[in-house]
């Protein structure tokens, strides 16, 4: 199951261990392999046999139904002829096809067949398709055509058009396909656009269709099309009129993305109403909290991974990177600002010493303890899409009580075992024997600043960081230089 993972995230068909799972057991069906793929219009029903023929080898064999296809339809194609009386000849049918190719002799090659949206053909389709995937039988003009059935794998794709014959459900085991997560779509675009500028605002762009329900979600196709216009268009790039042109492409669609950026609804005005390219920015980034099935990019918050949870008594999660003291959004900036900080190279360029690994979903661990008063440290990677935790150990909980004077901080669980504080951007928790960690979002500099930046007041006040390093402490009867 792995290896078919790894084969069909290769190709470019982004997929987790339990789909591969599940379209392996499809290939090794009896008597004939394949399956009905179900699923809303643009979820990867079509293009998933395209990726595994390629994958398998195999020969190749489409037809697209159309509304009332009949079962001549699929056995039979008339196409123009000057040398018949009549102007058409017959040609054989995507079936026919299909069935001689299984009985050619050309070592055992196995062949495809995708029967695409076959909810449009007419029902009596499916008793006439019943037999034909129990036997490999075809009855037609006369003769008698039996494929190989094992070399046969039958693919039909269904949307919503009708329901199908519970025999023919029962023929074929059923791979539902669903909306793919945003995580999913980042992959994928990362095989095509890895270093587009826009590309997050992109996935922003998707999890917002699935937030408005739109009737299609976008597809990893409009998606790329989509980046490809603002490369070609630069500067001159309307982000209204490309979402309206490669993604909502209706003004219903449209109007549904967007009421959820989270703006006030408008009068209808004659004129579409138009979309703001900020409200997709990554930095930006509000949805739908409460929407259990969008797997949304946002990294783990590092306060949850260390415990940092305002409820009483409940457990702390994720224990195996209870060691984690950063994580970082992958990108060559944050990568070559660590690296700054690394005294010599690993053996592999993944592997940053004691300071850093980077993972196989692109971001960047940190492992290295940083005290606060060595936030110096990360002057280059202010800016970034990541977290830091800082500790001062020495801190004892007067210190934190006296912050609520000065800055705009928050106590929302004060005790003689531990006190959590935050503020937007920061969290902070002290206990006894760890004194303060303090957990600070890269992109908020002026928050750490408005808390821990100021070193106005006479010595002895609880002022914590202040201007060049230097440290005030209520404890410390004098200043304490960061560089000792």
């Known amino acids: 199951m792995e290896t078919l993972k790894k084969q ?3 190709a470019g068909y982004i997929c987790d261990l339990s789909f591969s799972a599940a379209v392996k057991a499809a290939l090794h069906t009896f008597p004939v392999a394949g399956a009905v793929l179900t699923g809303p219009i ?3 029903k079509s293009y998933l046999p395209e990726v595994l023929s390629g994958i398998l080898k195999t020969d190749y064999f489409f037809y697209q139904c159309f509304p009332g296809t009949r079962e001549e339809d699929l056995l039979v194609k008339m196409l123009p002829s000057e040398n018949t009386i009549s102007g058409i000849k017959l040609h054989d049918g995507v079936i026919l096809q299909a069935v001689q190719a299984t009985l050619r002799n050309d070592d055992g090659k196995r062949v495809l067949l995708v029967l695409d949206e076959w909810d449009k053909t007419r029902p009596s389709a499916d008793s006439f ?4 995937l129990q036997t490999g039988r075809i009855n037609f003009s006369g003769r008698t055509y039996t494929a190989d059935l094992s070399r046969l794998i039958v693919f039909l794709t269904v949307n919503i058009e009708r329901e199908l014959s519970e025999p023919l459900i029962r023929r074929l085991p059923k791979i539902e396909f669903k909306p793919l997560t945003p995580s999913a779509v980042h992959r994928a675009l990362l095989l095509t656009h890895k270093d587009h500028p826009y590309l997050y605002n992109a996935i922003i762009l998707y999890e917002r269709c699935l937030v408005a329900k739109l009737p299609k979600p976008a597809t990893i196709q409009e998606l790329r099309q989509f980046l490809d216009a603002i490369t070609t268009l630069g500067d001159r790039t309307d982000w209204d009129a490309l979402v309206y042109q490669f993604v909502t492409k209706t003004d219903e669609a449209h109007e549904l993305l967007r009421q959820v950026e989270n703006e006030p609804v408008q009068w209808r005005q004659r004129a579409r109403l138009r979309l703001d390219a900020n409200a ?8 739908a909290p409460d929407d259990e099935t969008l797997q949304s990019l946002a990294m783990p918050r590092l306060a949850e991974i260390h415990g940092f949870d305002e409820l009483i008594d409940v457990p702390q999660k994720d224990p195996d990177m209870r060691g984690t003291t950063g994580i970082l959004e992958m990108n060559q900036k944050a990568y070559s600002e660590i690296v700054r900080l690394v005294e010599k190279p690993g053996a592999k360029p993944d592997n940053l010493g004691d300071w850093a690994q980077v993972t196989p979903n692109r971001m960047i661990l940190l492992k290295n303890k940083l005290l606060l008063r060595d936030v110096q440290m990360l002057n280059g990677l202010w800016g970034q899409n990541g977290e830091v935790l800082l ?10 009580k006296a912050l609520q004077d000065w800055a705009p901080i928050l106590v929302v669980k004060f005790s003689r075992d531990e006190i ?5 951007g920061i969290d902070l928790r002290w206990t006894p024997k760890k004194g303060a ?6 992109g908020r500099r002026d928050a750490f600043n408005a808390c821990f930046g100021r070193s106005w007041g006479q010595f002895g006040e609880s002022k914590w960081i202040g201007q060049n390093g230097i440290i005030y402490q209520h404890y410390l009867k004098e200043p304490v230089d960061a560089q000792t």
Do not use: C
């Open 437 to 442: 960690e303090i957990i600070v979002h890269l």
């Open 129 to 132: 398709l019943l037999d034909f």
């Open 391 to 400: 500790t001062e150990p020495r801190a004892g909980w007067q210190d934190v």
């Open 8 to 10: 069909l995230n290769s």
């Open 420 to 424: 959590l504080a935050k503020m937007e």
């Open 280 to 287: 997709y920015d990554v930095r930006q980034k509000t949805l």
């Open 42 to 44: 643009g979820t990867g």
